[in-house]
């Protein structure tokens, strides 16, 4: 099974020019830990997890409604292609020990995958289940 048959592919991106207050209302909204961030042209440049507004803007007493997400997001996303392996995703996780991870096809960033991917394909795989068993069993790091 390759990452493009179990990723989401409905994808909620933040500018890195955005308010943190604007992009943590995104993540309320819709409910998820972690956007991608993206430049002009919609380039990705990082990620911006709720971890981040909370340890790098509200606790170093930064003023969410006027702090750019660039200014507090983590730069540089490992990313995974669209056509890797389900296995060596996992694996890729585990080895930035990450919780998402943005997904590429041609240099364009055409989804996200979390350990809820891996969670809800791995009673249909008995190597996914593995893999997904021995990656995060270990646990990730806040990303």
Do not use: W, Y
């Not at 991106?13 to 995104?26: H, K, M």
């Not at 993206?38 to 380039?43: E, I, R, V």
């Amino acid at each position: 099974m390759q990452v493009k048959d179990i990723m989401s592919s409905h994808l909620i991106t933040v500018d890195r020019e955005e308010t943190v207050a604007a992009a943590a209302r995104l993540l309320s909204r819709h409910n998820v830990g972690a956007l991608p961030v993206t430049a002009q042209g919609g380039k990705l440049v990082g990620m911006l997890t709720d971890r981040d507004i909370t340890v790098r803007c509200v606790a170093a007493n930064f003023d969410p409604n006027v702090t750019r997400v660039r200014t507090v997001m983590s730069a540089g996303a490992v990313t995974v292609p669209a056509e890797e392996s389900e296995i060596r995703a996992a694996r890729t996780m585990g080895k930035h020990r990450v919780r998402r991870l943005p997904v590429t096809q041609n240099g364009k960033l055409v989804g996200m995958l979390s350990q809820g991917d891996f969670a809800a394909c791995a009673e249909q795989s008995g190597d996914t289940a593995k893999a997904f068993r021995e990656v995060f069993e270990a646990g990730p790091k806040d990303d």
